[in-house]
């Protein structure tokens, strides 16, 4: 079991950085491949990243590459989201998740946070 809190959501202009952290609590954090998600009003969840549990690699989709990148520091349980060049478009509710010994797909992810708000005003 792990439960996951996310932070540093905001308000941030067009083309300006936010940096999102992600902290689980529990066991074997470094066993968990993490994976980002977000949902704008209306929209259905889009997948933006993740992580791996056993080799750090990341995957990205198109709408993100070159813009978002994931990190994890183990040690501190925490997994982050530095996203640059933001667009009024990224706004939306960003949530990560937690798969046990999952590859990178965007599937199979068994925990949730609670997600925190980001707005980009144009």
């Known amino acids: 079991q792990v439960q996951l809190v996310e932070s540093g959501g905001g308000l941030v202009q067009a083309g300006g950085s936010l940096r999102l952290a992600c902290t689980a609590s529990g066991r074997s954090f470094d066993t968990y491949t993490m994976g980002w998600f977000r949902q704008a009003p209306g929209k259905e969840r889009e997948f933006v990243g993740s992580?791996?549990?056993?080799?750090?690699?990341?995957y990205y989709p198109d709408s993100v590459t070159g813009r978002f990148a994931i990190s994890r520091d183990n040690p501190k349980n925490t997994v982050y989201l530095q996203m640059n060049s933001l667009k009024p478009e990224d706004t939306a509710v960003y949530y990560c998740?937690?798969?046990?010994?999952?590859?990178?797909?965007?599937?199979?992810?068994?925990?949730w946070g609670q997600g925190t708000q980001v707005t980009v005003s144009s």
């Open positions: 992580i791996h549990w056993g080799d750090g690699s990341t």
């Open positions: 998740a937690a798969r046990k010994f999952g590859d990178l797909q965007q599937r199979g992810y068994a925990y």
